[in-house]
């Protein structure tokens, strides 16, 4: 089964867009297709985002609070990772993404530019090619 980080962009296009590709990565997840791997830094800036007032025509608290549930329950819910990422991303914020999917020998699945181009091989891709795979 493939292992896989989405980042929190992903996650929040997947609530608010739910007939969208990050929403079907999801239900793939949920199907046992897929292996998501989650984290507390992670979920932690997933909640922080979705907390925003501009969410809130998308998603009310209450409905915000249920995602991160049904996350919690339905991932692995990883230790946040230690250590230096196997790659530097231009956003040094993203690093930790590198570092979680590296130890746990999973795709980190992002439509952020500088995590996609980064060079070196690591396995990162878009929620498109994901699913097209």
């Known amino acids: 089964m493939r292992r896989v980080v989405l980042d929190p962009g992903v996650l ?3 609530l608010i867009t739910p007939t969208g590709t990050p929403a079907k990565l999801l239900e ?17 800036e997933l909640e922080g985002v979705l907390q925003r007032e501009k969410f809130r ?8 609070s249920d995602y991160l549930d049904l996350l919690r329950r339905g991932a692995i ?7 230096p990422p ?6 040094p914020d993203d690093d930790y993404l590198l570092t979680l999917a590296h130890g746990h020998n999973a795709t980190l699945v ?9 060079p070196g ?5 878009s929620p498109a090619d994901l699913l097209a795979a």
Do not use: F, M, N, W
């Open 86 to 91: 196997p790659l530097r991303s231009a956003d």
């Open 12 to 14: 929040v296009s997947a």
């Open 57 to 64: 025509r998308y998603a009310d608290l209450g409905v915000v």
């Open 28 to 44: 793939q997840a949920r199907g046992g297709e897929l292996e998501l791997i989650v984290s507390p830094l992670l979920l932690a």
């Open 121 to 125: 091989g690591a396995p990162i891709c």
């Open 110 to 118: 992002s439509g952020d530019k500088h995590l996609l181009d980064l």
């Open 77 to 83: 819910v990883a230790t946040d990772p230690k250590g």
